[in-house]
């Protein structure tokens, strides 16, 4: 309980601390702001997918469901958070360019990586008996996962890109960034991936108490 | 006792003789699949006419009808096992990996035979510039393998869940999105006169990720 009650007092804090304390930074203007959610959602989508490919990889190897609850419960909030990062950058997008979507290749991927965990789970949907459930979806997971890398930085450098990159700054350029804009990036940027990791853990719970609940109800079922 | 080498390439074979016989004694899957790549072809081609100065389009539309082509008919192979129960005597006699690389040689031969006729009709129809033989089909032959790997292991896994039809090319295509990127760009550049060497090199590298993620793989796939 104190935990949730001081990840929401960080998230809070960073948050007003973006808008009324760290300054803007010169060429953003106003949608400095954008920042502070954008980029923690996109990295908390990355967090995301290789939890879930991860936990994939670990119930091949163990054949433990408890695993496949984690690669199913990371890909959901990583969908979740691929959204938040699509309609924060198109805010940005509509401020800087005066489009929402220009299908600018870093927008295409984003989109294109909703789609391809948006498949993850109507697989899911699609399969029945937990067990080849779980082994399918992680065999589907992995092979994914394993196309992310082109998708997000082999693709952009095919087609020229109107995204900002590089997206952190080289060496050299960090005395560009006001350290108070760097402090509430990171206080996002971490509050975000623990709100992740909290969520995730609610929803391997649910998971399991589910479970637990179908198997009782299949055993009365049985004895009666 | 794993089978040897030269039996696993003798299974490989075999399998890839048995599919090639199955389907050239009903012939449905290749005959359907030319009918859609026909169709589709004359579909864009009524649609937007000749194209000889707009390479970009001739490439972009060249892929997505080869693509749509792939799709509605590579997952065929495994969902005859499943629909004819053939599955598991398959599995008696022969690894997963000697299954999934027999089956993989036989949807590359069915690309094959499929861009053999839709190809030269392609270029005929839209009267685009002639291409740079070379460049045109390294591109085309790489991304055909890049397309043949994906589905392969896509169709295996799809075909053991429910609506597999519908759900083979909404779980396939976000996948194939590096493919469609990197082939479009790759005969755009060749019509263009421009090297397609760094095109060619992602779809390579494309092509040894998925195959070498697939390989590890296709014992996970068939179980129970």
Not at chain 1, 130 to 140: P, S, T
Not at chain 2, 50 to 76: E, I, N, Q
Request: proline share 5%; aromatic share 12%.
């Amino acid at each position: 309980m104190a935990l949730r009650l001081l990840l929401f007092l960080w998230i809070a804090a960073a948050l007003l601390a973006g808008f009324l304390w760290a300054p803007l930074a010169s060429g953003l203007g106003e949608t400095t702001r954008v920042l502070y959610f954008h980029i923690p959602s996109a990295w908390v989508m990355a967090v995301a997918f290789t939890w879930s490919c991860a936990h994939s990889v670990l119930y091949l190897a163990r054949r433990k469901l408890e695993h496949d609850d984690q690669a199913a419960a990371a890909a959901e909030l990583g969908i979740l958070f691929c959204v938040a990062a699509a309609i924060s950058g198109a805010l940005w997008a509509k401020a800087k360019w005066g489009e929402y979507w220009n299908w600018d290749p870093r927008e295409t991927t984003i989109f294109f990586l909703f789609l391809i965990y948006g498949a993850y789970l109507a697989l899911r949907g699609a399969i029945e008996g937990e067990e080849k459930r779980a082994r399918l979806a992680a065999v589907y997971s992995v092979i994914a996962f394993v196309t992310v890398p082109f998708l997000t930085f082999v693709v952009p450098r095919l087609y020229s890109s109107l995204h900002p990159s590089p997206i952190v700054p080289q060496r050299g350029e960090q005395d560009s960034i006001d350290p108070r804009i760097a402090v509430c990036f990171v206080a996002m940027l971490l509050g975000f991936t623990a709100l992740f990791f909290w969520v995730t853990s609610l929803r391997v719970r649910l998971a399991r108490l589910e479970r637990r609940r179908e198997r009782a109800a299949a055993a009365a079922g049985g004895t009666a | 006792m794993p089978p040897s080498g030269s039996s696993s390439v003798a299974a490989v074979w075999a399998i890839l003789r048995k599919e090639c016989r199955s389907e050239w004694r009903t012939r449905y899957g290749i005959n359907a699949a030319l009918l859609f790549a026909v169709a589709t072809l004359t579909a864009v081609s009524f649609a937007v006419g000749r194209l000889p100065d707009r390479t970009d389009l001739l490439a972009a539309l060249l892929w997505v009808v080869l693509l749509f082509a792939a799709l509605a008919s590579l997952a065929h192979t495994f969902v005859r096992e499943v629909e004819g129960h053939t599955l598991t005597f398959l599995r008696l006699v022969a690894s997963p990996a000697a299954i999934g690389i027999g089956k993989l040689l036989f949807n590359l031969l069915f690309l094959a035979v499929l861009e053999l006729v839709t190809v030269p009709l392609y270029l005929v129809l839209m009267g685009g510039p002639p291409p740079r033989w070379g460049p045109f089909l390294l591109v085309l032959g790489l991304g055909s393998l890049a397309l043949a790997t994906t589905t392969t292991l896509v169709g295996a896994v799809v075909s053991q869940a429910r609506g597999r039809g519908a759900l083979f090319a909404a779980v396939s295509l976000p996948l194939l999105m590096v493919v469609l990127a990197a082939g479009v760009s790759g005969l755009r550049a060749q019509w263009e006169g421009n090297p397609a060497g760094p095109e060619a090199r992602v779809l390579l590298a494309y092509v040894a990720t998925v195959l070498g993620a697939s390989l590890l793989l296709y014992d996970h796939l068939w179980e129970d």
